[in-house]
């Protein structure tokens, strides 16, 4: 199992190298006008000359991710050219509430889910087609569109909560519920379609094996057999469902802060990719990397533990 | 996946569209996805102005006669951008989809059949595209190459090509280990053609649902790069224009209600689609209607003329157990129909009675074993006659007390060992659990029973297979593991569907030999069936047999093997190779190869 | 030297111009200021007006202070006095000012100030680039050196290049995120949320106490406008500037109030006045015809849905050039643009290419296009990606550009940004002995005669046809009516002190 991790580790160590380069290159490739734009229609052909050389911007390709890098290694990310803070500290501020906003909607996304999908698959039926077609609803509507309708109700209309902006948890937990929880209402229904959809079909696909009946013949009732067993093997891809919505859920957050004005990893890459902010956007290609790699890893093991059969070679 | 075939028609036999047709999902998503893309493709026809032309004198204006859906801020007919739209954005998807899909397919297809190199590349390759942060990728490319609608979609293809990648590597890899794919191999086909002819093939279903979700994605995301100001706004896109409606939201809530609505069914549509070509295409999930007395007379029946042929059995003795008279098994089909897969057929099986059910495979004699057990897979239902056992009417038996029956009175062991073993659970704890629940015994006490039982069975070390899992025994092992389920709460009958089939040959001497010995210990009634007269001749006092859907003879088994009488009996026992026979002789080439 | 008597003559009122109210009424009131944008270096050298102003002006005070209406007072720097030559400024400071961590403010600190924000890369540093030098004279006097008469220099002072920073602070990792000063407020780290929310509570040792409206202020960063529009109507915030107008019928149906000021110009550059790219745009005519071309109504319909005013110069309402009666120099009239063209011998028309990005607004290209049509002239589009755009209109890679830019509220800043011949927005660096000469009137003096020649360049500019404006753009600020606001003429919002509770 320990050999297991640190050959994962070791390849994710390889994997964020190439992604990172991948990243420096393609950012380095546009990077004669980003002076420019972060200085602004004022600047003079002087002031973006010393923007450059301050930034390493008019050395070669190799020679600027070298800096980089070198000082990446030793966790020093450097200060971005357009936000006020390190970018490790950004990052980490800025991470702590993306996750609390993407672990949030996804616990209760799975939740009920988990209830509906389940409900879809052993019934069948009208209940079946109505689980069906409100998850198809979850999945045409845009989540800016649910984002909006839910600040109309609950914030212009009636006060109840919080039309922008955000409080971290441990700053005032009052605020932090009124700022929190359309945002994470949002995100929670739009992945509410997807995850239920295949819940079902795991599920489906579970109760179509074989000894499922051989269990029944055994005088097991349907139900015994249906919650100890098509359950528990419906879990392991079940999770898979749950950690791929993971990784979704992190690109499809950035629209929701951009509409709540939330200060998340998402609304930061938006803002660093387009000002082409190459420290911020390499403190994010990295983190990014980092939690893709950690999350896959996770489920695996996870599966292993569900799986018997899968062995972690 | 289940190894016992639901007599549905082949894909071949029936019109796919008819099937999509007449599911009302599936009609819905068809003529939703069939009218975009019609808007798509004749989108100059269909127009009634130019999507580019301005009006200024008609800005901004609500919807009427002259402008089905308004005009926006420069006086362009909405209704016209929305139909130039669809073009773009189904193109723009299209793009994408096509791009994920070829790169995806191709490269998973190589990998997950050549394996080596390509597996190792491929997997390093969707593994650097699945954790590069998509948003960074697009703009880095946007700055460089432009803002184009159909280089951003392109690129979100690449980024997307690991969705499809994995999907066929993991299935490729699974049919790759498949028997059929050696032997086409031994048989000497080619790699091209094993591929296109049969990895192709049930590769095809999974890459139809993945690209119908896909293609909803890649719509979604389009619009979110819109949203965030990195669309490619000269070209008219459901996403730029549901943007432009967001933005004004305040001023023509209506002008956003047209794309949003428009990109609603789209997306929904082109999943709909998807899954339900998914269904049908792997025959799972029948949707069936509770019978109705009606449907019943309407159904279709095959008949044979000729009564079945009894044997008179005056050695017979002991009492009757399970009588089966004039039992009908039919499966609904799509249109309210049933097709009728046993019918007339009359079998009774004695206390202690070891009785064989001959058939070809599609006889329907393991139909007849699960409506014995009351699991039919869905779709069937018992359409006439009746089944008792000890007295009990199984016809018309409530689910709960049915569930009493089985385990303790009738139990089963299957055809396929492995795949009749939960892989999550350990044997002992799969062979306790229904011997505490049905039997009511404790924790130690129903161990030491399993121990015993697998001992019983001829397990080399019971022990040590009590704590295995499922996959960590052979196969011939898995088998006495589920015999000694079904024996484990002594029931009155077992019914064994093929038990040895799928073992080696010498395997199958040996469970033979353990089903004796435990049908003499215990004095259990064994329904066997099988298509082998070898097995019957083994093991069993009676046989039936069964051709078509019916039982048409039945008797002592001494008297069957002497004298059959209906022509398919004598036709099954004559195929029998006798073994004092002369020997064949040596091969003859055929003249002129 | 008009500005320098109004100051000698407040020279004793401490806190002239400055209607406040007392510290105890203003202590528990609290006002949420909406902006559109986040700091990205809060120290003093990168301090900017317009957008972030506001921010800025909580933690720092600037050595002079401007007024709406213009007029500059006296702030930490109790005077402003020239040499003859103009090319010596002295500054005498106040006494007594402390930082909020306890460092006294002298003219060692005005020094470290000045020079670092000349050396820094902030956006303004090169409003400095005049300074020569700047030096300490005893510890209330400082003595600045320039290189050249730069008649924006004391409005500059006005704004972040006067901004005092606490100097042990300066260049330090700590002050980029969080801002040292003297100014009425001091940031409250613990409840801000970089990036969200800035929290500031009134600086205990402040010397201008009165001028003070507010006892907290709490600055929530909101960069999508529909966001920022249920933010006004949710109540979060008291005030933001709007980036999009669609909402506003909806908003004034609220109850919320809008402030109105012609910031920008919307319009098309016409670079290659001199031919160089070898465009018909070298004939006077042609850029009159296309002046004659434009429906600058229908423009300002469809760009900013009527928001703004039509004109035909680029100086702005609050700028000393600004004539009136040039706002219709050019009437719209086809037949009259046509006998141009067929004058200037392109009666059949011509083909010019222009460089277009989407980002920028997506129905003005069409327009532009539809209007040179009608004349004859084929706009043929580059198209470019945004973060290019810049790069590809100031090489110059096109004979002509579409654009909207800010006027400078400091008239001689405006010129040096658009007029002059090696200015930033003159890509082609035209000029004429004309233009050369008023130019240079206006550099070296002040007063009527200063005004006289802004006044004939702006005329000047508009008859050579140099641009085809649209229109001058609305920029519209909304606020509850809970707050009374004054809005900063050239600024994009209200400066902190004009906000008060109404």
New interface residues.
């Given amino acids: 199992m320990l050999k297991f991790i640190a050959r994962r580790l070791g390849t994710g160590a390889v994997?964020?190298f190439?992604?990172c380069t991948?990243?420096y290159f393609?950012?380095y490739?546009?990077s004669?006008?980003?002076a420019?734009?972060i200085?602004?229609?004022?600047?003079?052909?002087?002031?973006i000359a010393?923007?450059n050389h301050?930034h390493g911007l008019d050395k070669s390709f190799l020679e600027s991710y070298w800096g980089w890098f070198t000082h990446a290694v030793r966790f020093d990310f450097g200060?971005?050219?357009?936000?006020?803070?390190?970018v490790t500290?950004?990052v980490r501020?800025?991470l702590g509430t993306t996750l609390i906003l993407v672990t949030s909607s996804l616990t209760i996304a799975a939740i009920v889910s988990v209830i509906l999908g389940v409900t879809a698959a052993l019934r069948?039926?009208w209940i079946d087609r109505i689980v069906?077609f409100l998850g198809?609803?979850g999945?045409?509507?845009?989540n800016?569109?649910v984002a909006?309708a839910l600040?109309?109700v609950f914030?212009?209309q009636h006060?109840v909560f919080?039309?922008?902006?955000?409080?971290?948890p441990g700053?005032d937990f009052g605020e932090f519920v009124k700022s929190a929880a359309l945002p994470i209402g949002a995100l929670a229904f739009t992945s509410l379609a997807s995850i239920t959809?295949q819940i079902r079909g795991a599920v489906?696909d579970s109760l179509?094996?074989?000894?499922v009946?051989?269990?029944?013949?055994?005088?097991?009732?349907?139900n015994?057999v249906v919650f100890?067993?098509v359950l528990?093997?419906a879990a392991g891809p079940a999770l898979s469902i749950l950690g791929l919505q993971f990784?979704g859920m992190l690109?499809?957050i950035?629209?929701i802060e951009?509409?709540?004005?939330?200060?998340g990893l998402g609304?930061?890459?938006?803002?660093a990719?387009?000002q082409?902010d190459i420290p911020a956007?390499m403190g994010?290609?990295t983190v990014?990397?980092i939690i893709?790699?950690v999350v896959n890893l996770v489920i695996d093991l996870l599966s292993a533990a569900?799986?018997?059969?899968v062995r972690l070679a | 996946m289940s190894t016992i075939e639901t007599p549905r028609l082949a894909l071949r036999d029936r019109n796919l569209a008819l099937k999509l047709l007449t599911n009302p999902l599936g009609a819905f998503s068809t003529f939703m996805v069939t009218l975009f893309t019609f808007a798509a493709v004749f989108a100059n026809q269909l127009a009634p102005y130019d999507p580019t032309k301005s009006d200024y004198t008609l800005m901004r204006a609500t919807p009427s006669w002259q402008h089905l859906m308004g005009t926006d801020d420069l006086g362009r007919d909405i209704f016209s951008r929305m139909i130039f739209g669809a073009r773009f954005t189904l193109t723009g998807a299209l793009l994408a989809v096509s791009i994920a899909a070829v790169i995806g397919c191709t490269l998973g297809l190589l990998a997950g059949y050549f394996g080596g190199f390509l597996d190792t590349f491929g997997n390093w390759f969707s593994n650097i595209l699945q954790a590069l942060p998509g948003l960074i990728v697009l703009l880095a490319a946007a700055s460089v190459l432009g803002n184009g609608l159909y280089l951003a979609m392109g690129i979100f293809g690449v980024l997307l090509a690991p969705a499809f990648y994995r999907l066929v590597y993991v299935t490729v890899r699974a049919v790759r280990n498949e028997l059929y794919v050696d032997a086409a191999r031994v048989s000497g086909l080619g790699d091209f053609k094993i591929i296109t002819r049969h990895v192709l093939g049930v590769v095809r279903a999974p890459i139809i649902i993945q690209a119908g979700i896909i293609a909803s994605i890649a719509i979604a995301i389009q619009a979110g790069l819109q949203f965030l100001g990195f669309g490619d706004v000269e070209s008219i896109s459901w996403g730029a224009l549901l943007m432009d409606g967001y933005s004004k939201i305040w001023e023509q809530p209506i002008r956003l209600v047209w794309p949003a609505v428009g990109l609603a069914l789209l997306m929904v549509s082109l999943v709909l689609f998807a899954t339900i070509l998914r269904d049908e295409l792997e025959r799972v999930g029948a949707r069936v209607r509770k019978s109705t007395k009606k449907s019943l007379d309407e159904h279709v029946k095959e008949r044979e003329l000729a009564p079945a042929i009894v044997h008179p059995e005056p050695d017979r003795h002991g009492e009757e157990l399970v009588k089966i008279s004039k039992l009908e098994i039919g499966y609904l089909q799509v249109g309210g129909k049933y097709k009728v897969v046993v019918h007339d057929s009359n079998l009774s099986i004695n206390k202690g009675e070891v009785v064989g059910l001959v058939g070809e495979s599609g006889s329907g004699k393991t139909q007849t074993a699960l409506a014995l057990l009351g699991l039919l897979p869905a779709g069937g239902t018992i359409l006439d006659g009746s089944i008792t056992f000890d007295g009990i009417e199984l016809k018309t038996l409530a689910s709960k007390e049915y569930d009493k029956l089985r385990g303790a009175r009738i139990s089963y062991i299957p055809q396929e060992p492995m795949s009749n073993l939960d892989p999550s659970f350990t044997i002992g704890s799969q062979l306790v659990e229904p011997m505490r629940m049905v039997l009511g015994l404790g924790k130690e006490e129903a161990r030491a029973r399993a121990i015993d039982l697998l001992d019983k069975v001829g397990l080399p070390d019971p022990e040590k297979t009590y704590s295995s899992y499922p996959h960590e025994v052979s196969g011939g092992q898995a088998q006495r593991v589920l015999i000694a389920g079904a024996l484990s709460c002594d029931p009155d009958l077992i019914i064994a569907d093929e038990p040895t089939t799928a073992l080696d040959v010498t395997i199958q001497a040996e469970i033979l030999d353990v089903l004796r010995e435990m049908q003499k210990a215990t004095g259990v009634a064994i329904l066997l069936v099988t298509h082998n007269f070898g097995v019957v001749a083994d093991l069993c006092d009676r046989v039936a047999v069964m051709q078509y859907g019916r039982i048409v003879e039945s008797g002592a088994i001494i008297d069957i093997f002497d004298h059959p009488q209906h022509p398919y009996t004598q036709e099954l026992l004559g195929s029998i190779l006798d073994e004092n026979g002369p020997a064949r002789g040596a091969y003859v080439a055929p003249a002129g190869k | 030297m008009k500005k320098l008597l109004a100051m000698s003559a407040a020279l004793a009122i401490a806190a002239t111009g400055f209607v406040g109210v007392s510290s105890a009424q203003a202590a528990g009131t609290t006002l949420t200021y909406g902006v559109i944008a986040d700091v990205t270096n809060w120290e003093a050298s990168h301090g900017e007006h317009g957008n972030r102003a506001p921010l800025y002006q909580a933690a720092y005070d600037e050595l002079l202070y401007q007024q709406p209406n213009g007029t500059i007072v006296p702030n930490l720097a109790l005077s402003a006095t020239y040499n003859k030559a103009q090319t010596v400024l002295t500054l005498q400071l106040r006494k007594g000012v402390k930082f909020s961590n306890g460092e006294a403010f002298t003219s060692a600190a005005v020094v470290k100030n000045l020079l670092a924000y000349k050396n820094g890369d902030g956006v303004g540093a090169s409003l400095a680039s005049s300074v020569k030098s700047v030096k300490a004279k005893g510890p209330l006097t400082v003595v600045i050196t320039l290189s050249d008469v730069d008649p924006a220099f004391v409005q500059n002072l006005t704004g972040p290049m006067g901004m005092q920073q606490a100097p042990k602070t300066i260049g330090t990792a700590a002050a980029k995120s969080t801002p040292v000063g003297a100014g009425p407020y001091v940031m409250d780290t613990a409840n801000s949320v970089p990036g969200s929310s800035y929290v500031f509570k009134s600086n205990p040792t402040y010397w201008n106490k009165k001028a003070r409206h507010y006892g907290t202020v709490i600055f929530k960063v909101i960069t999508d406008n529909t966001a920022a529009v249920n933010a006004l109507k949710s109540g979060q915030v008291d005030c933001i500037n709007l980036m999009d107008f669609s909402s506003i019928p909806s908003l004034t149906a609220a109850g919320i109030k809008i402030e109105t000021q012609q910031l920008d110009w919307s319009g098309i550059t016409l670079v290659d006045k001199a031919g160089r790219m070898g465009s018909p745009l070298k004939d006077v005519r042609i850029r009159q015809a296309i002046n004659y071309a434009l429906d600058r109504n229908a423009l300002l319909q469809i760009r900013a849905n009527g928001n703004g005013v039509p004109t035909s110069q680029v100086f702005a309402s609050y700028s000393k050039g600004y004539d009136k009666s040039l706002n219709n120099y050019y009437p719209y009239d086809l037949a009259k643009a046509k006998q141009l063209m067929k004058d200037a011998g392109y009666e059949k028309g011509f083909t010019v290419s222009m460089p277009m990005v989407s980002a920028l607004g997506a129905t003005i290209w069409t327009a532009i296009k539809d209007q040179l049509g009608a004349i004859g002239i084929t706009v043929d589009y580059s198209d470019v990606p945004f973060n290019n755009y810049f790069t590809s209109i100031l090489t110059p890679k096109f004979p002509l550009y579409w654009m909207q830019l800010e006027r400078n509220s400091n008239d001689w800043a405006f010129l040096k940004f658009l007029l002059v011949r090696d200015a930033i927005w003159n890509p082609s660096g035209y000029g004429t002995a004309q233009s050369d000469a008023l130019i240079n009137t206006i550099q070296h003096s002040s007063g009527a005669v200063q005004v006289k020649a802004l006044k004939a360049l702006n005329k000047y500019v508009v008859q050579q046809a140099w641009f085809a404006p649209f229109f001058a753009s609305d920029m519209k600020f909304a606020h509850k009516s809970s707050v009374k606001v004054k809005l900063q003429g050239g600024n994009a919002v209200p400066y902190l002190f004009n906000i008060s509770p109404a």
């Fill in positions: 994997l964020l190439a992604v991948l990243a393609l950012l490739l546009g004669n006008t980003i420019r734009s200085l602004g229609v004022q600047a003079t052909k002087a002031d010393r923007f301050m200060s971005p050219w357009t936000f006020a803070q390190p500290e950004i501020m800025r069948g039926g069906q198809l609803l999945f045409a509507i845009p800016f569109l909006f600040v109309i914030a212009v006060k919080n039309a922008v902006g955000w409080t971290p700053t959809q489906r179509q094996n074989d000894y009946r051989t269990l029944r013949t055994r005088g097991l009732s349907y015994r100890k067993h528990r093997n990784v690109g499809g950035v629209i951009q509409i709540f004005a939330i200060p609304s930061f890459g938006v803002l990719t387009s082409k956007v994010l290609v990014t990397a893709v790699i569900l799986n018997p059969k």
